[in-house]
């Protein structure tokens, strides 16, 4: 992201964009449900899946948009719209523009869009593939985007776009899903201007919307935002953007990093059984609703990080294996569901239970079909303040696919790998999960260990992360203008276990003066602290100098701290990459 701007070299307007993208994922989300509920009725729309940017959902979207929106819908878009700060403001705008649209019948929509529709094609254009439009990425290639089935050069408007570079994020796909996060866009005086760029239509092979492949294990896979830098498309895995990723305290689902080992399942809810069985049960079935009705409902907010989170700075030291995670692997959301140990007591786990581990298994299965799987310590599963769920909401609606629906298990403080999403059975062990993922897989090692020489039954499974804290703004290499007064630097610092983040120490100049940042979060119970914590601090721009060198490090409440570079703890798995984080800037002359 922040490498979009290639012609630019002033970062400093970079950041205004994506101010309310928090709002308006709500936005996106919606105009998403909507067209996933209008894919029941159009059978051809039922499986897009993939880079957004790569298929083609443009008819897609012009549909949905022509449908009128039902109540939940609308809750649904305004919970999103509520799901972080300054969203008043935009919600106010839509919430006007609902009312206007409330009136309209669909028919009524529907011509309204037909009419508009047979004004486009009065004008004759030349025809693109969906390829060239990709093909138009930077100022030097000139900057395409395609709305519904019209195809605009937009270059000369990237430097009048008053919300500045980040327009760059749309380049060479659809616009649709990036106006739908921004509300600003969704006037009508913004479709005209964009009217004026008009150069070309899409072919009509690329209006059609993508059809599921069966073949393809990877057919039905759901749809994602393409703001998400994607790591591997197959196995899915993708983290959002630095600077939008401190943007909000919750992390919104859209753009929450998904890492799958295998593909998404599609799990029917009414068919879905949870199996609860091992040492000293009886093997019970439960349903969704049981789970839902039979337990006391928990909300935790709770901060998720992949073991392999900045695996990408380690892979500066040194090569290692894994997919090359930049330092948005990690996200916070809130989780709702029913306590995994009010679930094991009612299934009959005594509590003098000799059981030492809980195992956990996905629906989720490799070719060989043994699926996903990770185990945790019976300690944390039955502990009274461990707050270890089985949860079928996140961030306030039921589990998106990509996250685990219908049900996953939520273990706070406890690496990824553990949370073991589209969850199917549990069983009581005085073993440890027998998983690829538990028994050889996520596990540290010194930095002598090569692959020759490892042994992954000499270490213990990842478990409590260590401390950890990022800077996600300015970005590494960002420009900064010497005429700015002040730079401001944002990031996140969470520790594992329940530690509570108390401190967050930034330097500017490589480590040599420190300055304490100012935090933000939820107040959580001592040993319960599983939400992350943001952080800024804003100071003058020291003069004279070309060149930052930004730091930052956190300190938990048992006075844990960040090791201040990769090297030593360099491991042939490129887990656990908890170092200092930096970031180099540099300062350009200023004309004052
Ligand atoms: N069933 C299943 N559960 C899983 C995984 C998986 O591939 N399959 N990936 C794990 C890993 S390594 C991580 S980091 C988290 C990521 O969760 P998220 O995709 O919801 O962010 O899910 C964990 N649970
Ligand atoms: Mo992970």
């Given amino acids: 992201m922040c490498k979009l701007d290639m012609d630019s070299k002033k970062g400093g307007t970079v950041m205004s964009f994506l101010r309310c993208t928090r709002s308006a994922l709500g936005i996106w989300r919606l105009q998403n449900r909507i067209q996933i509920e209008t894919s029941a009725v159009l059978p051809q729309a039922s499986s897009v899946y993939g880079f957004v940017r790569s298929k083609n ?3 897609n979207h012009a549909r949905s948009v022509d449908y009128q929106f ?65 093909k138009h990425k930077t100022m030097a290639d000139g900057v395409w985007v395609t709305y519904k089935s019209g195809v605009y050069d937009i270059t000369k408007f990237i430097d009048l776009h008053p919300g500045g570079k980040k327009i760059m994020l749309a380049a060479g796909g659809a616009i649709e899903p990036f106006w739908a996060m921004y509300a600003v866009h969704n006037q009508e005086h913004i479709y005209e201007m964009l009217e004026e760029y008009k150069i070309g239509e899409l072919s009509p092979e690329d209006q059609k919307v993508a059809t599921s492949d069966v073949s393809d294990p990877y057919g039905n896979e759901p749809l994602r935002h393409p703001v998400l830098k994607v790591n591997s498309l197959k196995p899915f895995n993708a983290e959002p953007p630095l600077e939008i990723l401190s943007d909000n305290y919750l992390t919104p689902t859209e753009i929450f990093f998904k890492r799958n080992h295998l593909p998404v399942p599609e799990v029917d809810p009414k068919k879905f059984r949870l199996e609860i069985m091992g040492e000293g049960l009886t093997s019970i079935q439960l349903t969704l609703n049981d789970l839902k009705i039979k337990f006391p409902k928990h909300t935790v907010t709770a901060t998720l990080q992949c073991a392999g989170n900045r695996r990408s700075e380690m892979n500066a030291v040194r090569q290692v294996k894994g997919l090359n995670w930049g330092m948005a692997a990690i996200g916070n959301a809130t989780w709702t569901g029913a306590k995994l140990s009010d679930v094991l007591k009612y299934a009959g ?48 609606e039921n589990l998106s696919r990509d996250h685990g629906f219908p049900l996953r298990v939520v273990v706070p403080g406890v690496v990824g790998a553990r949370n073991v999403k589209w969850l199917s059975k549990i069983i009581v062990s005085k073993e440890e999960s027998k998983s690829h993922w538990q028994v050889n897989d996520y596990k540290g090692f010194s930095p002598s260990v090569d692959w020759d020489t490892v042994d992954f039954s000499t270490a213990p499974a990842i478990q409590e992360l260590p401390i950890q804290s990022a800077i996600t703004t300015p970005c590494n290499d960002d420009h900064i203008s010497a005429d700015d007064d002040e730079v401001t630097v944002k990031g996140y610092a969470w520790s594992g276990g329940g530690q509570e983040v108390i401190r967050v120490d930034v330097s500017l100049d490589g480590g040599k003066t420190w300055q304490v940042a100012e935090l933000t979060g939820e107040k959580q119970d001592e040993g319960q602290a599983w939400a992350w914590k943001l952080w800024q601090l804003t100071v003058p721009l020291p003069k004279g100098q070309k060149n930052l060198e930004i730091i930052c490090k956190a300190v938990d409440n048992n006075y844990n701290v960040q090791p201040d570079t990769v090297a030593p703890i360099w491991n042939l798995r490129g887990v656990l990459n908890n170092s200092w984080s930096r970031v180099k800037v540099t300062i350009e002359p200023g004309s004052g």
């Fill in 349 to 396: 786990l005594p509590e003098d239970t000799n059981a030492k581990h809980v195992q956990f298994e996905g629906l989720d299965k490799d070719v060989s079909g043994s699926p996903y799987g990770a185990s945790i310590s019976i300690r944390k599963a039955l502990a009274k303040d461990g707050d270890v769920l089985l949860a079928y909401e996140m961030n306030g």
């Fill in 57 to 59: 959902t443009t008819a």
């Fill in 70 to 134: 039902s109540t939940t819908q609308w809750r649904h878009m305004v919970m999103g719209v509520l799901a972080g700060t300054g969203a008043v403001l935009v919600y106010g705008l839509y919430r006007q523009q609902v009312q206007q649209a409330e009136p309209k019948s669909i028919t009524e929509l529907t011509s309204l869009t037909v009419s508009a529709r047979d004004n486009e094609v009065k004008q004759t254009y030349p025809i693109f593939t969906r390829q060239d439009v990709t």
